[in-house]
């Protein structure tokens, strides 16, 4: 992938790595700048459904807030591609961080959690309820865009459309609208030592149900530090886990 032409003389010399870690379906690259500073490249196709141009705007709106995430830098469109030029976060996200406990961790994930979620609704201009975003997962079924072969193990085998009629049967009754994360799993929060430094991957930001966050941030602890990390993570939070609705936002997460 190559750097766009505006940006090619400023990184000229510069160590370029392609980076891996995640289920973005953006690429992203960590560049080493001759100063020794590190920057971030990210970048999707402008032909299918980008979330990139919608991210450039979560993070300059975080930025007004005070809510550690990256800089963005600059932002350009080439080669039928979005581009977004942002500062690094410091330290490792938290499915990478050796150094930490798991008891660490599930502490840095529920502060932050916490503190995103009691950020007022009001203020916050994107919207993530859950009618917009089954609406998507609809026009994401009907334009074949589901890989259905990266389903969770408990529906592998399964199509699209019938995934799609079980989030339409089981849409919960209770909401609790907060800011959210909307992508809340362990490589998407960023510690350095054992502090919180910052969210990253925020193109799903926006006001939903607080288990958007909490069912995925609740699987993503079962797969890297083991089911018995859960609980201790919601009693930190400070909610009871409610099991419905985090099977339903699990499956929601499906089709994106």
Not at 10 to 33: D, T
Not at 99 to 109: A, E, F, H, K
Not at 131 to 139: C, D, G, L, M, Y
Not at 177 to 184: I, K, P
Request: proline fraction near 5%.
């Amino acid at each position: 992938m190559h750097i766009p032409t505006r940006w090619r003389k400023k990184f000229a010399g510069a160590r370029v790595e392609r980076q891996v870690i995640g289920e973005s379906g953006a690429e992203v690259l960590r560049i080493r700048c001759r100063s020794g500073e590190y920057l971030f490249l990210k970048s999707e196709p402008t032909g299918l459904p980008s979330e990139l141009p919608g991210e450039v705007e979560r993070l300059r709106w975080m930025k007004r807030l005070d809510l550690p995430a990256p800089t963005v830098l600059d932002d350009a469109v080439e080669d039928n591609r979005h581009w977004l030029l942002m500062t690094a976060v410091p330290g490792f996200d938290l499915a990478s961080a050796k150094d930490l406990s798991p008891s660490q961790v599930v502490g840095i994930l529920a502060m932050a959690l916490r503190s995103l979620h009691q950020v007022p609704i009001a203020e916050c201009p994107f919207n993530h309820r859950i009618e917009e975003r089954i609406a998507a997962a609809s026009n994401r079924v009907d334009a074949g865009l589901v890989d259905e072969a990266d389903f969770d193990t408990e529906r592998r085998g399964r199509t699209a459309t019938d995934a799609l009629a079980e989030l339409l049967s089981t849409r919960p009754e209770t909401y609790d609208l907060v800011v959210t994360h909307g992508d809340a799993c362990l490589p998407n929060f960023m510690a350095e030592g054992s502090g919180f430094t910052g969210f990253i991957d925020c193109g799903r930001l926006g006001v939903s149900d607080r288990y958007q966050d909490l069912a995925l941030t609740a699987r993503s602890i079962a797969r890297n530090l083991g089911q018995a990390w859960v609980e201790p993570f919601f009693r930190d939070y400070g909610v009871e886990p409610d099991h419905r609705r985090m099977a339903f936002y699990c499956l929601l997460d499906e089709f994106f």
